[in-house]
């Protein structure tokens, strides 16, 4: 995927080019997303909504924010079918953007052999604006865009991979370590690896299934630790406290993989069977804090950390709970509408879920829906979990839909969405270009939102 054609319209085309579009004007007050006094109003329009597109099929993955700069990660082509898996193989690419949403530069690169895992699973940018990205492979991995590491392949292995990019794109180190083995396994967990970064640099990773790993600025493994569960979601102060939710789960490594159990961890705490949902405190030096654990099943738990230090978690699609950093819990309450699919982020002192609700319901803790039919709500809340305001944009049906796979923040009003939409989607709100997806494929969406 390469930056062919930069217009503040969109051009859709039969060709095999990707359009990149942007807003860049001002938008007209009052034409923004549908929403009713009931639900709160949004007093500003969207920042902007840029689409990418081609006659294939293409996704947008991850997307991050740094002080000056927009990072989206995805999935440009794929060929898999009627060809040997060794052949098979997906492209990848981290695009730059400024807040208006104009691209600054990309960087691409080809996975081939099995492409059932996801190639990007999170972002993170660090003070110094470098970039975090992690995935999963197996194969062989080549950029194609010039770099000056060359990752290779895994002979056939299940491998995590971090890169990590300067603020101009080029890559400064690539990590790589082997996993699980994929038969039989469930390939959306992949999706629940994450990667946070602390105030100078260092990163911790959240992996397949139960693996958490703390790496140095210059890419040195400082630390790796089994918790005895599966890991849903991960966050980390600046001093390097990490925050890690999930639930219990017999361990699904090779014993000649299994890494040792996190210090301080009491392995019968947490029952296999039962699958007790946690939330989990770890110092920067990889060693247990705390362990809060919930009533119930939750297979499903996010987390995020304000920037005055509360925690909230998000469980299992209908439950919201507060926590300081210490593991006191602040409050807890029930949604009352179950939501399909939700991620937890901060915004600011608040926070904000993005969910995807059912037909005809809205997010019950939060007035009534504000749309027909299925819709994607971003609704933020402050610190005692009392709501401030919200928007949402319609998810479709069958053949128009939207899916949006990941959200970041900037500042303390706007919010980052990226994921992929196919057909024909009436946003509500202004667009530059058209909202018809090329030779209605996929198309990636990624969207800039104003919330008050």
């Avoid at 996010?302 to 602040?330: A, R």
Wanted: aromatic letters at 12%; one cysteine or more.
């Amino acid at each position: 995927m390469k930056f062919h054609i930069i217009t503040v319209i969109l051009v859709v085309s039969s060709s095999a080019l990707l359009h990149f579009t942007a807003d860049t004007s001002p938008q007209e007050s009052g034409t923004s997303f549908t929403n009713n006094a009931a639900f709160g109003t949004l007093t500003e329009p969207s920042q902007f909504i840029l689409t990418i597109g081609s006659e294939g099929n293409e996704r947008g993955l991850a997307v991050a924010a740094g002080d000056d700069a927009i990072y989206l990660g995805g999935q440009s082509r794929s060929v898999s079918q009627g060809i040997p898996m060794e052949e098979q193989y997906k492209d990848y690419f981290l695009s730059s953007y400024d807040l208006s949403g104009n691209p600054v530069w990309e960087s691409s690169w080809r996975i081939t052999g099995a492409t059932l895992l996801p190639g990007i699973t999170d972002i993170a940018v660090d003070n110094d604006g470098n970039i975090y990205l992690l995935g999963h492979y197996v194969g062989a991995m080549e950029f194609l865009t010039p770099q000056d590491v060359s990752p290779g392949g895994t002979q056939g292995i299940s491998e995590m991979y971090l890169l990590k990019f300067n603020s101009s794109g080029e890559v400064l180190w690539f990590r790589d370590w082997r996993t699980v083995d994929l038969t039989g396994l469930d390939l959306a967990w992949p999706q629940r690896s994450r990667v946070c970064c602390d105030a100078v640099g260092n990163t911790y990773i959240l992996g397949y299934c139960e693996e958490l790993r703390k790496f140095s600025p210059d890419g040195e493994l400082l630390w790796a630790y089994s918790f005895a569960g599966e890991g849903t979601d991960l966050c980390c102060d600046e001093d390097g406290s990490v925050y890690l939710t999930g639930f219990a789960a017999l361990s699904y490594l090779n014993p000649d993989d299994q890494l040792p159990l996190l210090p301080g961890l009491d392995a019968d705490l947490l029952d296999p069977v039962d699958s007790p949902p946690f939330l989990i405190g770890i110092t920067t030096f990889g060693e247990l804090s705390w362990i809060h654990l919930f009533n119930g099943r939750a297979w499903d738990n996010h987390i995020s950390l304000s920037n005055q230090g509360l925690l909230c978690v998000f469980k299992d699609g209908d439950h919201l709970s507060c926590f300081s950093s210490t593991g006191e819990q602040m409050w807890d309450i029930n949604t009352t509408n179950p939501v399909g699919f939700a991620i937890l982020d901060n915004l600011g002192p608040n926070f904000v879920i993005m969910a995807r609700t059912p037909q005809d319901e809205g997010i019950g803790l939060w007035k009534e829906p504000q749309n027909e039919g299925p819709a994607w709500y971003f609704v933020v809340f402050d610190p005692n979990g009392d709501y401030i305001s919200s928007i949402s944009i319609p998810a479709g049906d069958n053949s128009d839909y939207v899916w949006l796979n990941d959200m970041d923040s900037v500042g303390t009003e706007t919010i980052l969405a990226t994921g992929r939409f196919k057909g024909e989607i009436d946003f509500n709100a202004p667009i530059i270009g058209s909202s018809l997806s090329v030779e209605n494929s996929d198309d990636i969406l990624l969207m800039s939102l104003l919330v008050r």
